[in-house]
């Protein structure tokens, strides 16, 4: 008898997971998750990363299985996967789950789709592949610990093992199959946060691979193509690999009892999601109301290492890097009272009265916070205005977190912020309708059906 693996436990559970075994308030939330994926996949289609993608896959051609979002047409399934990958992380709105510190929808959802679609599935069936895919991916991203995220983005290597998951539910594969898709899956995680040290693309590229690696890992299994067995706890696996603090425990931690995915948060600001506790805590302290420059004598923001870890060194020279500079998230919530998409734009960092408040806004570490972190991740402000009144906030759970969510109505209205413009109101209503009563569709390929 072969031993037992961590991927080998974690698919086997998966695999013989159903949908009955989701319930009521299970489904409705992986609803929710798809129509915020899917808004942030429309409101990325004119993205230069996006279109350039797209581009290379009119080049390559292949069969029309899957939808591709951006381009209103259809590609085979693996570039479907790619491009909707892409197109969905590139404005800073998909989902995160913080506890594992992950962006799960990017890279899961467009390979279950696009193999959806493909299959003819049942939109109970994609809905449960979104279930599983998340799963493995949050569990195998607590596992490998905080220390992975300091040069590998967890949203690319993880959702890697996410989307090959998800996949493998779908078309039924057994336990050997599975544990392969998990090893191919786990050989072709990749995707490293070098890339925000001189502006480039790769970062849509990380979601695009991770979903289309992961669909093809369990295409692969599926004919027979074999993949390391311990490919997580291997001596040369992915913890080890990767990771100077994992603990492979806790990928199998509470299987069965708890679902992770439930923890998930929806975005409210358009940035990296490290600043929406700071975001917060300035509306808070500032009731929402504005400033100007003129009257802040100075802002103390205090937020946890990982934070600063990731955004310390990053400058906001075009409204993409924007979303990643903490001061110039601070000013705009300052300044104009929110952190929306249109707040991220060449004109508003060239604003002198953002580049005023962003000169009296002072960030560090604050080990109390740090110590939460990343179950939570926490932000307190202190704001000395000229006249001599202190303004004060503190928040843990940002709007959109699990313990301050979005309603179903908060979510539909993002959709439609999203995507104005992009789509008719009529459509964006029927797409909201039909992501709504996805659990009784009969054939996901005729979901974008006009």
Known sequence: M????????????????????????????????????????????????????????????????????????????????????????????????????????????????????????????????????????????????????????????????????????????????????????????????????????????????????????????QRGFTGARKILEGEKGFFIATSSDSDAAKCLAGLGREFYFERNSIKYHASCGHTHSAIDAVLQATQGMTHRSEEIEGVSVSVYQGALDLLGDIEPTTPYFAKFNLPFCIASALVFGHAELADFTPERIRNPEMIQMMQKIRIHADPQLSAMYPRQWPARVEIAKCNGQRLTGAVTCPKGDPENPLSESEVIAKFKSLTRGLITDGWADTLCERVLSLDRLSDVSTFFNR
């Open 2 to 221: 072969l031993e037992p693996t961590i991927s080998g436990q974690l698919g086997s559970f998966l695999a013989r997971l159903s949908y009955r075994d989701l319930s009521p308030s299970q489904v409705s939330r992986l609803k929710i998750y798809f129509l915020d994926w899917l808004g942030s996949a429309i409101a990325g289609k004119n993205e230069a990363p996006v279109q350039i993608i797209l581009s290379v896959i009119r080049d390559l051609g292949g069969a029309p299985e899957s939808t591709i979002i951006a381009s209103q047409s259809y590609g085979n399934c693996l570039m479907a996967a790619l491009a909707n990958g892409a197109s969905s992380h590139v404005v800073e709105m998909d989902d995160l789950h913080r506890e594992s510190i992950l962006h799960p929808a990017a890279p899961i959802i467009p390979a279950v789709l696009a193999l959806a679609e493909r299959e003819k599935a049942s939109g109970a069936d994609l809905l449960l592949a979104i279930a599983v895919g998340y799963e493995a991916a949050i569990r195998v991203a607590i596992a490998v610990g905080p220390s992975h995220y300091r040069c590998w983005h967890t949203t690319s290597t993880c959702g890697t093992f996410g989307a090959a998951a998800g996949a493998a539910r779908l078309l039924g594969l057994d336990d050997e199959q599975t544990i392969s898709a998990y090893g191919s899956a786990g050989t072709q995680a990749g995707g490293l946060w070098e890339f925000l040290t001189n502006n480039a693309m790769s970062k849509q590229l990380h979601t695009g691979k991770a979903a289309l690696n992961g669909l093809l890992s369990a295409l692969l299994a």
